[in-house]
């Protein structure tokens, strides 16, 4: 088990095979990401009909067939027919795809962890298919500690590193700067926070910047 990351998928083809529970379940957690996935069934759980109608999923009334997932980046399974979903994923396994099959995991390429999410910052737990429940309670327990607050303390540790990248040419300089960021103060504490960005600012000003890049721009004749 390889766990990754993917980013970019609001304009991927991402379908699902089957509309019963599962797939709305499936289809919520997607839609937390900015996904607005296909779903392919010969019938709908109500609630998806009404996500459709919204117009946050698409629905293709049919049973599925081979064309329905050829061109799917992410294909997931979650039919209640067990020859189609182990059908399907054989053949997308075949021709290299992201498959994910919801009743046996084996026969994939990929599963789902629970998730909870706090900002940029991301609690993914797997139990590699072993046990959901315990995922599920984990993933749980996990946030209770990292809870909201990581939102905003997320967003000022990634304005610090963009800073830091831009403004310390050292690396040793750089990876000391990072490490007093995420000193707990900073976490519990929105003035130290402005403070260290402060100090940062006056450590290392942006006009040397601006500076270097006129004086860049003078050398090579711009
Ligand atoms: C392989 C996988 C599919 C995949 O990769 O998508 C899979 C497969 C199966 N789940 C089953 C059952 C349950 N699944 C849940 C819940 C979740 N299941 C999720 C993932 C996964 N489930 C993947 C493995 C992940 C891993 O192991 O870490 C979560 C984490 C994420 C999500 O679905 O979005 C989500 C919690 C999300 C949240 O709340 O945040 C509950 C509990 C509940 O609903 O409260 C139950 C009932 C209790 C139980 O059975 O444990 C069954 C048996 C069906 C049957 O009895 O027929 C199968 C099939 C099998 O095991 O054969
Ligand atoms: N979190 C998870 O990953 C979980 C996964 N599962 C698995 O998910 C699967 C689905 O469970 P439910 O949604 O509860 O079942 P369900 O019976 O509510 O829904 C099944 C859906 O599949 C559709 N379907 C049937 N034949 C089809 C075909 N040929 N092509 C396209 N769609 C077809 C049906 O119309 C129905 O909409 C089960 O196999 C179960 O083992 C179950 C629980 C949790």
């Not at 081979?66 to 980046?73: G, M």
Request: proline residues 5%; contains cysteine.
């Amino acid at each position: 088990m390889f766990p990754v990351m993917l980013e970019n998928l609001k304009n991927t083809n991402v379908t699902l095979i089957g509309g019963g529970s599962v797939a709305y379940h499936k289809v919520l957690n997607l839609q937390r990401f900015g996904i607005r996935p296909t779903v392919v069934s010969p019938a709908f759980h109500p609630s998806l009909l009404t996500l459709a109608r919204e117009g946050t999923v698409r629905l293709v009334p049919k049973e599925a067939a081979w064309e329905d997932v050829e061109n799917a980046f992410l294909t997931i399974l979650v039919t209640n027919n067990e020859t189609v979903n182990d059908q399907l994923a054989l053949q997308l396994k075949d021709a290299g795809k992201l498959v994910v099959h919801a009743s046996n995991p084996s026969l994939g390429t990929a599963q789902i962890p629970a998730v909870t999410t706090r900002g940029k910052l991301v609690i993914s737990v797997s139990t590699s298919g072993a046990s959901p429940s315990l995922a599920k309670k984990i993933r749980s327990e996990i946030a209770e500690q990292y809870d909201e607050r990581y939102e905003e303390y997320l967003d000022f540790l990634a304005d610090v590193r963009h800073y830091v990248k831009q403004h310390i040419p050292k690396r040793e300089n750089r990876k000391t700067w990072l490490a007093e960021a995420i000193e707990p103060i900073y976490l519990h504490d929105k003035e130290e926070r402005q403070k260290f960005m402060n100090e940062l600012y006056y450590a290392f000003p942006k006009e040397h910047e601006l500076q270097d890049e006129a004086v860049l721009k003078v050398q090579c004749g711009f």
